[in-house]
């Protein structure tokens, strides 16, 4: 079992749709998570940050961390064209390597 | 600032060449990393540091080799190039714990 689990997708939505992406983890020693998007021919940029259970909003998308069933979602409210990509969920370590374990990514298109 | 620069953008290599791919960071950050992402896998940890003279072996180190001689600079080796070794690497860099930041990529090609 890998030890981030990401649906590859594609997922396509119309403009203005909710998406939901998800992840599954299996190391409940992970202590913090990220979300990032990453656009083609493109290298990843962060998109959300959180370390703790429960929701996190920026803008339009919202992430969702559920330590007791190791899952966590990204939410993406009225999507966009410019929403299309490549989102990859993250989970850290922490300490002194900061290294980072990343799942699969899901590709997203959102159309017009 | 320019972030997180890679050189060369794109490359291609015959089997048994080597090569080096630089990465360069102006943030200051001691962490530094190098990926490889390949279609179904992710991104995946080849060698990362954790401050200048130290490197570290990630998941897939094997062909792989780095050097880290000034904090600003990680460089990625391959001595021996290998058809397997067709991907797109990443440099990342970052100062703690909350965000690691990506460079724009080299696409490899290993005839």
């Known amino acids: 079992q890998k030890e981030v689990e990401q649906d590859p997708g594609p997922l396509s939505v119309p403009e203005g749709a909710i998406v939901s992406l998800n992840c599954t983890y299996s190391?409940?020693?992970?202590?913090?998570f990220m979300w990032y998007r990453q656009y083609s021919r493109k290298g990843p940029e962060l998109l959300m940050y959180?370390?703790?259970?429960g929701n996190k909003e920026d803008g339009r998308f919202t992430a969702q961390v559920d330590k007791s069933s190791k899952y966590i979602s990204l939410f993406i409210r009225d999507s966009q064209p410019s929403d299309s990509a490549t989102y990859l969920c993250?989970?850290?370590?922490?300490?002194?390597?900061?290294?980072?374990?990343f799942g699969t990514g899901t590709l997203l298109a959102v159309q017009p | 600032n320019a972030g997180v620069t890679q050189t060369p953008k794109f490359r291609v290599l015959k089997t048994g060449q080597s090569m080096t791919l630089l990465c360069a960071q102006d943030m200051n950050h001691e962490y530094m990393y190098w990926y490889r992402q390949d279609p179904g896998m992710g991104l995946r940890l080849i060698h990362y540091s954790v401050g200048e003279g130290t490197t570290a072996k990630g998941e897939v180190p094997d062909g792989y080799n780095v050097s880290r001689l000034k904090k600003q600079n990680f460089l990625l080796g391959l001595e021996s190039a290998a058809p397997s070794q067709t991907s797109v690497y990443f440099c990342?860099?970052?100062?703690?714990?909350?965000?690691?930041?990506f460079g724009p990529g080299t696409r490899l090609t290993v005839l």
């Open positions: 990342a860099s970052s100062y703690s714990s909350d965000t690691q930041y």
């Open positions: 190391n409940s020693a992970f202590q913090y």
């Open positions: 993250a989970r850290g370590y922490g300490g002194a390597t900061n290294k980072l374990i």
């Open positions: 959180t370390y703790s259970s």
